[in-house]
């Protein structure tokens, strides 16, 4: 069965915001809209996302990384959101695996939100409604948008080019090859969920040294040495006061 | 659920200015509101992409700091206090006001423009007053870099080069750089990283960009240039350096006059025609540089030699090869940066055997200026950025200038993989423009033009000075004190107006500049000197008209504010003239087009390009009005299509001619707007392959350059390794320049012309060591969040959900031995004043340095946030604390890089200290009251749904 999924690159994410800020000027006009925001220029201003981007870093200075994690429904294979729904409002869509919320049955009641190990639900205090990503699913089969433009909105407009979307059980989807080729990881394996969005990881590039140190690099270029010698200059590191 | 086509009636190309890239955009609008606004795939610059700043656009539309009328000053300046007035009568007034200090003399009319996309319109109006004092914001924001790198090479960072993304194989980017720019550096990054290039960041923090490094050197703030230096020590050590590039493009072989006392010390050797020389090794002789290439001369680099008029040279190379060795040592420069000499020396071992030992190579055959024809194009893929952390220091100057020398060794200046000029980039170094030179403001005359104000003096003759010496500039630009300030200095314009030094102005015009907050340095005293009276209680700076969109701190502060229309709701021409839109491959340029009506959502706002024409109409000021009085532009659209600098050259570059059919030059096209819009807002023209590389010495792009009058002649565009320029203002400081200007006699200002115009880069401690030392032992500095770079927008409802309030980063270790703790308060203290603020230990700031993002921390009350707003109260603004002056040796300067003026902000240096009180409040606090329409604006629930 298809299940569409965002596939997300690590190694490339600069936690720009991007991808939740035009996420929030889609969604909030088009089909699932509005995404309702609080006290907007008052002390705390909230809202609802749909995406939101968390930083983290590791280690000790100065071996220390940082990662962005954008984060969004992920639109769990075994979604716990949807049994646990008394009114059946979350659904699983068995065509391309998207889960949704029918707004006209949500109560509000929160049961999703309590179930979601990843804390990708959002309530919307206005509407009284559980609100979330919908993977743009009033672009992406929209068919008066052209062909390559029926894609989520935040996969369209990183500028980090971090997002890809597609169908995860298709072999021959971008996303299927990204997933295997860059060892694609989920969120919280263990918990049985599933998650359809996969991460790509860091790696990090280096510079091989080691051949053009065996034959090139050697600290003897004569014209170096020339001016050395004619300014009786050291140049030496234990000469340093 | 319906899906389908019901998100826009209408679908619009044009600009983004949520910051300051230019990205193409296309919006939808329905009725007559925003729905949706989306990178343009088509634009070379984004395509298709847009950042987090350019979604948000929507709310920038309907924030409710808009202002919405004229407004003229009611209450004391700050109070808030104001009236709306009709626009006809705002305009008489800023007509009467801007006319009667015109004719008392057009000095008294300061026309500062900050944020200003449309510099040489602006500059240009500035010019028909015949004012002297126009400039727009570089000399707080990167005029370091970009003179250092203009002077250099021709061109630079940012505007005027990037990386070359697509072919580049290891790129380094060292400073506070990030957004500059924004989606172009991100796409390119990651299209590098996909390649499998290696990207390492240089900075006293890992953040953002960082993140995705592949290796993050940490750096103490102020010291990049050593770190430079040090790398330029190794390559050269290990003979990584591309000596072909620098014999043939370079003047680092001409040989330099070692005749110290007397006025020919540190001036290249020339022959009788006034042609530098070369010492050739094969002829054992002295030659013309200019026949290096032709008589296939092999120029010393390295040696001393006797002329036949018994003058000693060296070449410029030697004497630069002598500092490496003695001075920057990797050892050496690990005691100044704190980067470990191993790191150093192996970072220079894998830029330069990937420089010079990477198999690219583009087949792609050319011709060079000297006639050779090449059958490919050598790659050099590695590359370099660098902003504002390099630019924000007093050493920042010869810091960006080490890293022009720095690409040149490496000989990846515009080679595939380097870092690529951006048309109409380069140019040649000579025929930079130059500030035009008076020798006393009388010959300053109302309606009599001005200009140009801007540019590279050559020496010291060029400047702006009078008989005595004196600045003739308000912002003492292009004096002894900031000789080749390039982009003049808009920090100094509001306290050298306070203090009426070096005279009193009556009209100080503000466009889009947040001069009364984030863009200046000691708030508290700029505030003081805004509103400060004289004894008859009138204001010492008399008059301030502010136009800007928005209900900021500076408006706040202003006695006639005309709002400006939003980018969405006006004309406006992203220009060749100005710094370019362009990119690598090609020249860009491009229009924004109202596609709203501000009117239907109640704002009686226009666009500063139509109040401009008219009150340049009004003043009756030549270029504005024909012989007959009559007024020459209907309107700024008209303006744009019709308005010619010279003869064919006007705003707008493509689709020129009367029939649309010639592009750079032609005749004013009637239709050229609309040819605009049908091509999606933007004007590209793509160069040949060929012509794509090595510009600076590519005989079919400097042709067609000049065919389109982008250069002025054919000739190489030899690059300044040594910078001879910067020694006659050395000559000048020792009191051995033959010309007509001489600098004061002021010891100060003297050491500082002989000690830093160096034409050789050096790296020296910022000035802040000198006078704050141990007692302030941290580096203070700010950046801006990717979120709201270069934004006028912190106030926008959805950026602020990202951050609405800033905090100060430091490392744990070094809070831990000032007992403080994660989250406590403190107080952050220079030696100008102090702000108190919260902590937030994170291990990705290395331990001499505290940070915060700037431009979050508001004045309470403006920008449309209520009072509680925690912009006001738990944020803050660190430029509180950032001095605005210096004291050397008892003489007072404005605080900036004594070569161009660049503010060094990044040089502020304070104590931290847990705070007594930990009341979570700012201090000091600041206040305005909101316009009374803002507050009925600000609404609990925004539910955006058009």
Redesign the interface.
Known sequence: MPQYALVI??????????C???C???N????????????????????V?YNRIF?Y?T????D?????LPKSCLHCQDAPCVPVCPTGASYKREQDGIVLVNYDDCIGCKLCAWSCPYGCREYDE?DKVMKKCTLC??RI?????PP?QRKP?CV???????RFFGDIEDPNSEVYKAIKERNGFVLFPDMGTNPANHYLP?T????N?EE?EKH????D?P??L???K??H?S???EE?S | MEIGGSFYEKKYYSTCYMCACRCGIEVYVRNNKVTYIKGNEDHPLNKGVLCAKGSSGIMKEYSPARLRKPLLRTGPRGSGQFKEIEWDEAIDIAVKWIKEALEKGPHRVAFFTGRDQMQAINGWFAGQMGTINWAAHGGFCSVNVAAAGLLSTGYSFWEFGDPDFEHTKYFMMIGVAEDHSSNPFKLGIQEMKRRGGKFVVVNPVRWAYGAIADEWIPIKPGTDGAFIMGLMHVLFKYNLVDWRFLREQTNAPWLVIQAPGTPKDGLFYRNEEGKPMVFDKRSKSFKPADRIVPDDLDPAFIGEFETPEGYKVRPAFDIFAERLIKDYSPEKVEKITGIPASTIERVAKEIGVTALYDPLELPIEWTDVWGRKHKTMKGRPVSFHIMRGIASHSNGFQTARAVFLLKMMLGCADAPGGHLAKPPYPKHIDTLPKPKKIKSLDELEYGKFYGPHLGFPQNPDDLLVDKEGRPLRIDRAYSWEFPIAAHGCIQNVIPSAYKKDPYEIDVLIIYMANMAWNSSQNIPYILEALTATDASGNYVIPKIITIDAFYSEQVAYSDLVLPDATYLEQYFALSLLDRPPSVASGPVDALRIPVVDPKKEGYDVRGWGDVMVEIGTKLKLPGFVNEDGSPKYKDFKDFLINWEIKPGVGALAGWRGKNGDKHFVGEPNPKQIEMYIKNKGFFYYRLPEHMRYYRHINKDYLEWAKSVGFVTKTEPIIMNFYLESLQTFRLAGQGLWEGENQPPNDPVLRERLVKYFDPLPFWYPPFEEEVSGDEYPFYAFTQRPQWMYHSWDSQNAWLRQISSRNYLYMNPKTAEKLGIKHLDWVWVESRVGKVKCQVFLTETTEPNSVWTWNAIGKMAGAWGLKPEAEEAHEGFLLNHVVPHSIKINGKEVYYGDPITGHLAWFDTKVKVYKAEDQEPKTYPEFKVEPLPYIKERWTEVLRYKP
Do not use: M
């Open positions: 690159d690590l190694n490339t994410c600069v936690g720009c915001h991007a939740a800020t035009n929030k000027e889609w909030t006009q088009a089909a699932f809209g509005p995404l309702s925001d609080f006290d907007p220029y008052g002390k705390e201003p909230t809202g996302w930083t870093e280690g000790e200075f100065p220390v990384q940082v990662f962005h206005a699913i009033d089969y929209d068919e008066t948008l390559e909105a369209l407009t990183c500028p980090a080019k971090a860091r990090e590039t280096k510079v040294l053009f090139l690099l050697r600290p270029n014209l170096f020339e001016v050395v004619r300014h200059v140049h030496k590191a340093v």
